[in-house]
């Protein structure tokens, strides 16, 4: 028994995620409603640029650099949690910098951890390593969700070439 009075709830669930356009937030979602599992939201403590080329680039910087940026918040009470679903799109063929921050900044120690994955088309790359070296203690399912989502960049170059179609790029800009 927890000292506090509080006890752990067996086999309690959390559902962790990032996504910067939506993909993986609609798997996370339907995850955390099919298993009743908690939500948590990862976000760095500053946001990435709204323009698509900066996140790359900034993206670039910190995975070339190993750098973990610092999270917004931390999961309240990790340890109630026994499943971890960690859900994250494929960025510069890994997993995102804030993903490396979350495993490393949360105890997951004989959690059971279950990534799902979106990416444009390229696959996992690393992905996988990067979470079990980032996670050594965690039980890494090798039954990972993987799915090909829509990429950004193929949306904003369709638009892109849209608004030149019609005229409307030089028209609206400034
Ligand atoms: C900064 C950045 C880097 C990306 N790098 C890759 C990549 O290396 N391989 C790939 O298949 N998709 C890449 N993508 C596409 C995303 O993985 C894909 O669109 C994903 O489904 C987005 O998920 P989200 O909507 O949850 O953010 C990248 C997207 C961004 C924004």
């Known amino acids: 028994a927890d000292p ?84 994250f799109p494929i960025w510069g063929e890994t997993a995102p910098p804030v993903i490396r921050s979350f495993l490393a900044s949360h105890d997951l120690a004989e959690k059971t951890l279950i990534p799902f994955i979106t990416h444009g088309g390229y696959g996992v790359g690393s992905s996988m390593d990067v979470l079990s070296a980032h996670a050594p203690r965690a039980r890494l399912t090798d039954a990972a969700f993987v799915m090909q989502g829509e990429q950004e960049k193929q949306t904003l170059e369709r638009v892109s070439g849209w608004l030149g179609k019609i005229g409307a790029g030089k028209a609206r800009a400034g």
């Open 4 to 87: 506090s009075g509080r006890l752990a709830t067996p086999g309690k669930i959390l559902v962790a995620y990032f996504s910067r356009t939506g993909n993986t937030r609609v798997v996370a979602g339907q995850i955390q409603r099919a298993l009743g599992a908690d939500l948590f939201e990862i976000l760095p403590a500053t946001s990435y640029p709204e323009d698509y080329a900066q996140t790359v680039e900034q993206a670039r910087r910190e995975r070339d650099n190993n750098v973990r940026p610092a999270l917004k918040s931390g999961v309240p009470r990790i340890a109630d949690y026994q499943t971890i679903y960690l859900g």
